[in-house]
């Protein structure tokens, strides 16, 4: 493949087409295969597959015309560039209408046949990476399927496992001993699946076609809502949690639920990854046509080899925070997926046993229509 | 029977719950159990220990670490012939996922699916160690 990728099949009968057709592409750098008619022509394709074919459309026996789709049957990515005559514009117009890249009408100079050749190519380059790209696309959607399976039967077959065990040893002394314990574990490892679902389910709507609202938000109240929800499980661990927004200030255009549930992880963590004694801080600003809002808080922090791990679905650092909080890994991938469906971003700063920042970085609003300008200044 | 007379048993999982239920099983029936939390862990310990059978979970935080932990277990000549029982809870639903245990670079003996049925698993222990004989050394 890679010893083809420079080749350029040329089909032409006339002999000194493919002579000077060889010459010109050479000097470029190509490699040149000639063929005369088309039946060879095609079968060196079939064999070489070349990212591109330069053919001429009228010729004795297999037509230009003809060869056409039968490259594109052996690879719908090779290129084919037509040679036609002046009075065939018609007919040039035809064989792109059946694949054709580009044509070339006759007599053409040396650049004008490169600089299509080099398109061409960059044509055939691109349309490689995009198949590339959807190959890896699937691939990681596999993956994913794989993994989620995985991290569902997880817990599963704990839960499964202690109720084996509990029943085929009921009268044992050491399990009686460990009764109540394993039923507690067994409920955790189901709210544990709970959570996954919950997440996954989430993650998924995400990705769906869902019809999402697109509405002027002040990040100030969203923010508000979610810490004074968490107000008193905060007190119970002795953490402080502060509002340092403004009103008016971090003013984004999205939907409601999204940013809610975008924030609403964030701070979640840094509670949860936080230490007795400790605070949660939620500060922004605007410039730019952008906002920046952090989340910061004075916890545990995140080994920096890890940093760049945590966005990816399922990954939990395995420390000794993991031993003491439940979580399913999915909170900042959702994160990061609602930062980007509005063009925005979520970035990490974090210091082992010192604390974390998140920053989330999002597209400020902007009046578009008198209207909308109206009731922006009316709020 | 002897204390010197139990036979010892590895297990590998990242699971703490799983290893929990399944070596208390084990030690009803009988069983010394040592546990790993990962594949290194689990290395060191089959190391030192010498463990008469290993069970080890392939799909621990990578997706291969079972497996590599596996080969290199092989290639500690004191465990090269220790049985290692693979469990996965990937063995009946992935197609293609089998590995089929001629495989040269994973020379292991069983593959066992999870949720793991405890009985069933016993005798297959129990018919590979060979059935209520005491260990070699006592
Ligand atoms: N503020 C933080 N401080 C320290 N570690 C953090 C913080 N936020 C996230 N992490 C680390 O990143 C990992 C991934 O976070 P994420 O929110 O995606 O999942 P989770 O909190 O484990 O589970 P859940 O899906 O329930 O949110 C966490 O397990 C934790 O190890
Ligand atoms: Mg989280």
Known sequence: ?379 | MSLESKKKILVVDDDADFVESVSLFLEHNNFTVLKARDGSQGLKLARMEQPDLILMDVMMNERTEGFFTVQEMRRTPELAATPIFILSALYETQAGFRVKPQSSWLAHDEFIAKPVDMRALLEKIRARLGAGQAAGEG
């Not at chain 1, 009408?105 to 080099?118: N, Y």
């Not at chain 1, 949860?272 to 949660?280: Q, T």
Request: proline residues 4%.
């Open chain 1, 1 to 379: 493949m890679s010893e083809a990728a420079g080749t350029v099949v040329v089909i032409d009968d006339d002999y000194a087409m493919r002579l000077s057709c060889r010459k010109i592409l050479e000097k470029t750098g190509f490699h040149v295969e000639t063929f005369e008619d088309g039946i060879q022509g095609l079968e060196a394709i079939a064999r070489l597959k070349p990212p591109l074919v330069v053919v001429d459309l009228k010729m004795p026996g297999l037509s230009g015309m003809e060869v056409i789709p039968r490259v594109r049957d052996i690879d719908p990515l090779i290129v084919v560039v037509v040679i036609t005559g002046y009075a065939t514009i018609d007919t040039a117009v035809e064989a792109m209408q059946n694949g054709a890249y580009d044509f070339l009408p006759k007599p053409f100079s040396p650049d004008e046949l490169r600089l299509i050749v080099k398109r061409g190519m960059e044509r055939h380059r691109l349309a490689l990476e995009s198949r590339q790209a959807e190959i890896e696309r699937e691939l990681m959607r596999r993956r994913f399927v794989t993994f989620v399976s995985h991290q569902l039967q997880t817990p599963l077959v704990a839960i499964h496992q202690y109720l084996d065990v509990l029943k085929q040893l009921e009268d044992s002394p050491e399990v009686q001993a460990r009764r109540q314990e394993w039923f507690d574990r067994c409920l955790k490892r189901t709210e544990e699946l709970q959570g996954i679902i919950k997440d996954w389910l989430t993650l998924s709507q995400l990705e769906g076609e869902l019809a999402r609202e697109r509405v002027r938000v002040d990040l100030h109240q969203i923010v508000g809502d979610i810490l004074a929800t968490y107000e008193q499980m905060a007190r119970a661990e002795g953490l402080t949690l502060e509002n340092r927004l403004k009103e008016n200030t971090c003013v984004v255009r999205g939907d409601r639920n999204c940013l809610s549930v975008l924030f609403d992880n964030l701070i979640v963590n840094a509670i949860k990854y936080n230490r007795p004694g400790g605070r949660v801080t939620v500060e922004g600003r605007a410039g730019n046509g952008e906002v920046f809002v952090s989340v910061q808080d004075t916890g545990i922090g995140i080994p920096e080899k890890y940093q760049a791990m945590i966005f990816d679905e399922f990954f939990r650092v395995k420390g000794e925070g993991a031993k003491t909080t439940t979580g399913t890994g999915l909170g900042l991938p959702i994160c990061r997926r609602i930062a980007r469906e509005v063009g925005g971003a979520v970035t990490v700063e974090s210091q082992e046993n010192v604390g974390s920042t998140f920053v989330v970085r999002l597209p400020a609003f902007r009046e578009e229509t008198a209207e909308a300008k109206a009731a922006g200044c009316g709020l």
